[in-house]
Nanobody, 124 residues
Framework: QVQPVESGGGSVQAGGSLRLSCAAS????????MGWFRQAPGKEREFVAA????????NYADSVKGRFTISRDNAKNTVYLQMNSLEPDDTAVYYC?????????????????WGQGTQVTVSS
């Protein structure tokens, strides 16, 4: 079981950067594929990025490719989302999620463990 806790959200102007962190308590953290999702007001939760347990494989939504980078430090049980060139459409609550196994799923329903979310607001 993994219990994610997000941090690092905030407000930034368009073109700026933020780094989100997700600290996860787990005895075998490197067993879990970890993902970031986001949900804007009135919209469904959408996939942002995922990373394999070893960190060797990643997957990104087309809307963030080239701007966001997911990484992990298994020694610290932490996953990161570096967000650059932020746009107002990136405004959302960002959630960290975990699932067992190696599939870098883009579907929220495939993830069993969720954090409470952290707000990211990008102003124009």
């Amino acid at each position: 079981q993994v219990q994610p806790v997000e941090s690092g959200g905030g407000s930034v102007q368009a073109g700026g950067s933020l780094r989100l962190s997700c600290a996860a308590s787990a005895r075998t953290f490197n067993y879990y594929t970890m993902g970031w999702f986001r949900q804007a007001p009135g919209k469904e939760r959408e996939f942002v990025a995922a990373i394999s347990g070893t960190g060797g494989s990643t997957n990104y939504a087309d809307s963030v490719k080239g701007r966001f980078t997911i990484s992990r430090d298994n020694a610290k049980n932490t996953v990161y989302l570096q967000m650059n060139s932020l746009e107002p459409d990136d405004t959302a609550v960002y959630y960290c999620a975990g699932r067992g196994g190696t599939i870098l799923s883009t579907r929220a329903r495939d993830y069993n463990y969720w954090g409470q979310g952290t707000q990211v607001t990008v102003s124009s």
